[in-house]
């Protein structure tokens, strides 16, 4: 069964500070792999979509970086802003194809960042 | 621009009543799912439809039915619930299998329903 880590479960950095957030999973056989934010009593936002071929994505001052082989993920933020302030989900894809599109979540990182 | 739409927001309902939960995209997505959360589980897959007209099991199906009534919708049923499961219910959904768009597996969320059951 894939079983999907986060560490740290919570944590609070001063605003402009980058963030790290690490995500670890057991099984390699993913088909991709997909951060999330949610934000208290709200539904999930997509943030960054890696692919399994993929080593990283970027979208402006997020960036994913994927080691399919160690199974780690580690998405960085850089110069954090209080609007950074949420709850951070890792979750892989255990389809094999397009079609089959079933996501394990680790339980989240919960970032404060302070002004 | 709704995206994935859940209704009811809130309920409450005592041991051994139903409910169905509601769910609708406007996205034109093949793939639909539930989910629930849980405070120290995380969320987990309840059930799925890969398509119009298919639905499989995910990890925490017991309790629980699925229909998937068309494309844009996908409900949820607690034939008589228990406490166990009070939880925050989400709806998603997602483009899965469009040929050559990478893209298709991101799946976009609902705001979620909150249930208690006392």
């Known amino acids: 069964k894939q079983e999907v880590t986060q560490i740290p479960a919570a944590l609070s950095v001063p605003e402009g500070e980058n963030l790290v957030l690490n995500c670890s999973f057991t099984?390699?056989?993913?088909?991709?792999l997909q951060w999330f934010r949610q934000d208290p009593g709200k539904g999930l936002t997509s943030l960054l979509l890696?692919?399994?071929?993929?080593r990283e994505q970027t979208s402006g001052r997020l960036n994913a970086s994927l080691d399919k082989s160690s199974g780690r993920s580690t998405l960085y933020i850089a110069a954090s802003q209080p609007g950074d302030s949420a709850t951070y989900l890792c979750?892989?894809?255990?389809?094999?194809?397009?079609?089959?599109?079933?996501?394990?979540f680790g339980k989240g990182n919960q970032v404060v960042v302070i002004p | 621009n709704a995206g994935v739409t859940q209704t009811p927001k809130f309920q409450v309902l005592k041991t051994g009543q139903s409910m169905t939960l509601q769910c609708a995209q406007d996205?034109?997505?093949?793939?639909m799912y539930w989910y629930r959360q849980d405070p120290g589980m995380g969320l987990r897959l309840i059930y799925y439809?890969?398509?119009?007209?298919?639905?499989d099991k995910g990890e925490v199906p017991n309790g629980y039915n699925v229909s998937r009534l068309n494309k844009r919708e996908f409900s949820l049923r607690l034939e008589s619930a228990a406490p166990s499961q009070t939880s925050v219910y989400f709806c998603?959904?997602?483009?899965?299998?469009?040929?050559?768009?990478?893209?298709?597996?991101?799946?976009?969320f609902g705001a979620g329903t909150r249930l208690s059951v006392l």
């Open positions: 439809s890969a398509s119009e007209g298919t639905t």
């Open positions: 979750a892989v894809n255990l389809g094999k194809s397009r079609w089959n599109n079933r996501l394990a």
């Open positions: 890696i692919q399994s071929s993929q």
């Open positions: 996205m034109n997505h093949n793939s």
């Open positions: 998603a959904s997602s483009a899965s299998g469009t040929s050559g768009y990478l893209g298709g597996n991101i799946q976009y």
């Open positions: 099984d390699s056989a993913i088909y991709n």
